[in-house]
């Protein structure tokens, strides 16, 4: 009964390929968001869905392209990975756009070489 | 103005101990002021929040003070122990818009 899920857990890859993680809540939240989490565990917004609309676009690179096929889904496609992309990406949701509490997913490892 | 600061970067105590974590904002607009606690290999998970309408909120150990004049707020942990030993992020958000997160502060308790 995992609240929110993100695949996968881990994920080594090449400089210059593309990669996509994906997460899922069940807990019939309105809203998802993709956070970015660097080596110093500083923790920053990239992108929010409200009911599968884009609410919040940071100025993240264009390789980065979120997803939302449903509001339980939200998907990060990442082109032409960088050394720089490497972090940890965490899914959250909330129950909307205006509810402060954030429930965050186990988070996806990402190492590129 | 959409910065939060947090301090200190590291906090080492012993058992029983009552560490503090600090933070201070300058947007004057932010209405919602949560703590997520976030332990090795784990996502972040909410700890407590508080509004800007009272100036203390305590849940069992932990206790958030606030200071609306002086846009800054703190946390303290009573009574510390080892599995409190994690990392500890402030956040600050108007309701409406993104939650913007402190630097946050790893917490060691030693036994």
């Known amino acids: 009964d995992t609240a929110v899920s993100q695949t996968p857990k881990y994920l080594v890859t090449q400089m210059g390929n593309d990669k996509s993680i994906k997460c899922e809540q069940n807990l019939g939240h309105d809203t998802m968001y993709w956070y970015k989490q660097d080596s110093k565990k500083f923790l920053k917004i990239m992108f929010s869905?409200?009911?599968?609309?884009?609410?919040i676009n940071e100025t993240v690179p264009n390789r980065f392209s979120p997803k939302s096929p449903d509001k339980a889904h939200l998907n990060l496609h990442i082109n032409s990975l960088e050394l720089g992309d490497s972090a940890v990406y965490f899914c959250a949701s909330s129950q909307s756009a205006t509810t402060g509490t954030r429930d965050f997913g186990p988070g996806t490892r990402l190492l590129v070489l | 103005q959409q910065q939060v600061k947090q301090s200190p970067q590291s906090l080492i105590v012993q058992k029983g101990g009552i560490p503090i974590i600090n933070c201070a904002y300058e947007n004057t607009a932010f209405d919602y002021f949560p703590w997520y606690q976030q332990f090795p290999g784990k996502g972040p998970a909410l700890l407590i929040a508080i509004r800007p309408d009272v100036s203390e909120k305590k849940e069992g150990r932990f206790t958030i003070s606030f200071n609306k004049s002086a846009k800054q707020f703190s946390l303290h942990i009573m009574d510390s122990q080892p599995g409190d030993s994690a990392t500890y992020f402030c956040a600050a958000s108007k309701l409406t818009d993104k939650l913007i997160f402190g630097t946050g502060t790893r917490l060691q308790v030693f036994p």
């Open positions: 869905y409200n009911n599968k609309e884009l609410i």
